[in-house]
T-cell receptor
Framework: ETGVTQSPTHLIKTRGQQVTLRCSSQSGHNTVSWYQQALGQGPQFIFQYYREEENGRGNFPPRFSGLQFPNYSSELNVNALELDDSALYLC????????????FGEGSRLTVL | KNEVEQSPQNLTAQEGEFITINCSYSVGISALHWLQQHPGGGIVSLFMLSSGKKKHGRLIATINIQEKHSSLHITASHPRDSAVYICAVRSTGNQFYFGTGTSLTVIP
């Protein structure tokens, strides 16, 4: 049990729709990062938020956006969904300035039809 | 070329065997993580290293910064160790790069 919770656990969308995924960080953590994991592949880094600002971004287009709230919970928003966006989306929280260890949620599995 | 390369991709071992998984990376890093992923998706952090060696129970992780290489060792492997093991690095530019994972099966 990492203390990081994600919602929803599963969802189905159609191409062109928008989706919002949510992550509640472990208490005391000030950093959250998001990852996309396609079936059979390793995770890909989407972006990281530290104290409500994006401070690192992977090779994902602008239709992937995020927010971090004052309570350090976070959202991942994906606009104009494409079939290739079907994947497991993972968030991880950590304390920047501490050990830096990552604590992962169980993920949200998105299917785009 | 991927920034993080792992080997082997797949590994089958008999219970009790000593296992080594290797990870090489090509970027400057601030930390290297070893992660364990079970079927269904949940990822657990095993180690975070920036230098030297760490041990936790039957698991040992080492890193050689000069050679840009890390190894994860499992001593006295057990069927419950069966999982995908992933090497990930946090670059000095605040990016995360992941290996494709090593799928380990330990047979009783």
């Amino acid at each position: 049990e990492t203390g990081v919770t994600q919602s929803p656990t599963h969802l189905i969308k159609t191409r062109g729709q928008q989706v919002t995924l949510r992550c509640s960080s472990q208490s005391g953590h000030n950093t959250v990062s998001w990852y996309q994991q396609a079936l059979g592949q390793g995770p890909q880094f989407i972006f990281q938020y530290y104290r409500e600002e994006e401070n690192g971004r992977g090779n994902f287009p602008p239709r992937f956006s995020g927010l971090q709230f004052p309570n350090y919970s976070s959202e991942l928003n994906v606009n104009a969904l494409e079939l290739d966006d079907s994947a497991l989306y993972l968030c991880a929280s950590s304390f920047l300035g501490g050990t830096g260890e990552l604590f992962f949620g169980e993920g949200s599995r998105l299917t785009v039809l | 070329k991927n920034e993080v390369e792992q080997s082997p991709q797949n590994l089958t071992a008999q219970e009790g065997e000593f296992i080594t998984i290797n990870c090489s990376y090509s970027v400057g890093i601030s930390a290297l993580h070893w992660l364990q992923q079970h079927p269904g998706g949940g990822i657990v952090s095993l180690f975070m290293l920036s230098s030297g060696k760490k041990k936790h129970g039957r698991l040992i992780a080492t890193i050689n910064i000069q050679e840009k290489h890390s190894s994860l060792h499992i001593t006295a492997s057990h069927p419950r160790d069966s999982a995908v093991y992933i090497c990930a690095v946090r670059s000095t530019g605040n990016q995360f790069y992941f290996g494709t994972g090593t799928s380990l099966t330990v047979i009783p």
